[in-house]
């Protein structure tokens, strides 16, 4: 059974169509409520942190240019 014929089906009773969007709007809730909190506690002022990798090591651009010119 293709998309067409199925969305053809849904859409023919508003209570089945009214039924199905409610079910994507509480999808889309339920996956905006999940989303992390931003931190509260920044520092302010010109002092950022530096990104690390996954062993907690700090990098910066210079070792990301290393790493692209390194495929070759």
């Known amino acids: 059974m293709g998309f067409s014929r199925l969305f053809s ?9 009214l039924f199905w969007s409610t079910g994507i709007l509480w999808t889309a809730y339920a996956v905006a409520a999940d989303a992390p909190e931003p931190p ?5 002022g010109a002092a950022t942190a530096q990104p690390t990798d ?6 910066d651009a210079r070792d990301l240019a290393i790493l692209a010119n390194a495929g070759g």
């Not at 509260?40 to 302010?44: E, G, Y």
């Not at 996954?54 to 990098?59: E, I, P």
């Open 40 to 44: 509260t506690n920044a520092t302010s």
């Open 54 to 59: 996954a062993t907690g090591v700090t990098f």
């Open 9 to 17: 089906r849904l859409f023919r009773s508003r209570w089945t169509a």
